[in-house]
């Protein structure tokens, strides 16, 4: 079996809560919300803040 600890999954969803228990990384504190990769931390790695004009009219999807 492969060690998991160095799997990343990608996920795109506009209002992630990153301050929610499942996302929160307690080890390494909040993640920047710069776009920038951020290998030290174990749950999001990079956020990147995008919405556009089409988000608050048509709303929003998930993506993995």
């Given at each position: 079996?492969?060690?998991?600890?160095?799997?990343?999954?990608?996920?795109?969803?506009?209002?992630?809560?990153?301050?929610?228990?499942?996302?929160?990384?307690?080890?390494?504190?909040?993640?920047?919300?710069?776009?920038?990769?951020?290998?030290?931390?174990?749950?999001?790695?990079?956020?990147?803040?995008y919405?556009?004009?089409?988000?608050?009219?048509?709303?929003?999807?998930?993506?993995v």
């Amino acid at each position: 079996m492969r060690d998991m600890k160095s799997q990343v999954v990608a996920c795109s969803d506009t209002g992630v809560d990153v301050d929610n228990c499942y996302f929160w990384d307690s080890k390494n504190g909040p993640i920047n919300k710069n776009n920038y990769l951020e290998k030290n931390q174990r749950k999001i790695v990079q956020y990147d803040a995008y919405t556009d004009s089409t988000d608050y009219e048509l709303g929003h999807g998930t993506h993995v």
